[in-house]
DNA sequence: CGATCTGTTGACGGCAGTCAAGTCAAGTGG
DNA sequence: CCACTTGACTTGACTGCCGTCAACAGATCG
């Protein structure tokens, strides 16, 4: 865990404070948690939480996003999650990591000791629910990336990516919808990331895009920018 | 849903009264489901909840094994979760069942109302905090599936969910540990379900199985009995 | 300027999918 | 009891998708 400046954080005027967890806090409640809440920023690459460690912290991350990974004994790895501003950083009720949360772009993430956030989800019924319903929303997430990894295409895993993270891993002002025109949208990831979500290699994923590039479904602006002409077509490249 | 005969449960004597979401129950909680459960047998292949459908009643199993399957468009299918006995069988909080879900095996289901059981779990704590728990150790068979799907070799899948079956799939009395006498264990599903677990074909599941067998990892007794002699060396095939 | 990181492209090969045929056991019905 | 069907499983031949390996391009940076 690398040492970081504190800065103390102050809730009401905060980006995320009507989203995610903080959106079921009253402010009373709100109060309690950033009596030991702080701001901390993270480097792409840098690593948040190590697996196996136990936790003294968690967070929410206000900007940025965060990759989640796990790895096989002789290093094959699998980013098995992606959080995006809002999203709840960390595994309570758990002594140990069961993964490695790693910022894969410039990050920060509103922390609070793991100990004081606990007996807070304990005590407050409503933040237990709301920790309940999103537990409940990420298993279905991730039954739907298991029918990803398991049947899709090379060719659909990447339109499949990049559908999510054109309507989802934007803030939602940038965020695609049906019927927009065809506005561009930055990928955050870099293409081995992509590689590492979709459980393809890093060159397949070049040549995928490629592809959905030629077929106009897709049309790249530099390596990093995208715009979806046609959202519904995407989708159903997606499968 | 198929119509069937509700049998009234007494839940003092049940057999996993002890186990599962029961065992964080007071006797009155017990008490409270009790007058709203009922049992129901499924035959193999049945199906228990169709997607997408809005479930009526939520349950427990009591013995046998359900899966959860999800559908692409054109009939790709891939299970995302296999349920053994004491595990919940349904998503609360939600109007729409994600997956189907399928009797593997003949199984007995300990029923009860969805609107009851949502209510029961806003009130009493105990068990909320019983089901986030086990929704947070779900997320992490989740991920731990999807490291499988997406990084791990066909023999590396076959030996994964052999390990899984043999130390997880049983009934605890009959579950293998490491140094146990190389007992046999009854494989509960078809080829084709591993399969689809896994994300191959069953043909691969077959040839896999073979070269398993003939590397002396398991042995073969018909086509559902498996022994373990060196259940060390069934986890290291797993990768 | 070289070093490093990220991304691109091509050649080649192997793992696992596809297609097809066949075995075996359990049922079913005359 | 036998002929037939059905479902689960096995095996072989072939193919192709995607992984592997290698070279290279472009950007960034000290």
Redesign the pocket.
């Known amino acids: 865990m690398v040492a970081a400046q504190g800065i103390p954080s102050r809730c009401s005027d905060c980006v995320i404070r009507r989203a995610g967890l903080c959106r079921v806090l009253s402010p009373e409640e709100v109060g309690l948690l950033s009596t030991c809440a702080y701001h901390r920023s993270f480097a792409?690459?840098q690593l948040i939480l190590r697996s196996d460690d136990e936790p003294v912290f968690w967070g929410a991350v206000i900007s940025g996003v965060v990759k989640l990974t796990k790895l096989l004994s002789d290093g094959r790895q699998q980013i098995v999650e992606l959080l995006f501003p809002a999203d709840f950083v960390g595994r309570p009720f758990s002594r140990q990591s069961p993964y490695f949360a790693e910022a894969a772009t410039h990050t920060r993430l509103c922390c609070f000791k793991a100990s004081e956030f606990e007996a807070l989800v304990k005590r407050h019924h409503a933040l237990k629910q709301y920790m309940l319903e999103s537990a409940l929303s990420k298993i279905d997430a991730a039954h739907d990336w298991m029918v990803l990894l398991g049947r899709k295409?090379?060719?659909e895993k990447v339109a499949s990516l990049l559908y999510l993270l054109a309507t989802r891993g934007a803030p939602d002002q940038e965020r695609l919808r049906a019927g927009d025109p065809a506005p561009s949208f930055r990928l955050h990831l870099?293409?081995?990331e992509m590689?590492s979500f979709l459980?393809?290699?890093?060159?397949?994923v070049?040549?995928?895009?490629?592809s959905l590039s030629k077929a106009g479904i897709i049309c790249?602006d530099g390596?990093?920018e995208f715009c979806v002409p046609d959202l519904h077509a995407l989708q159903r490249a997606a499968g």
């Open positions: 792409p690459g295409t090379a060719a870099k293409r081995e590689a459980g393809l290699t890093y060159e397949t070049v040549r995928q895009i490629k790249l390596k990093r």
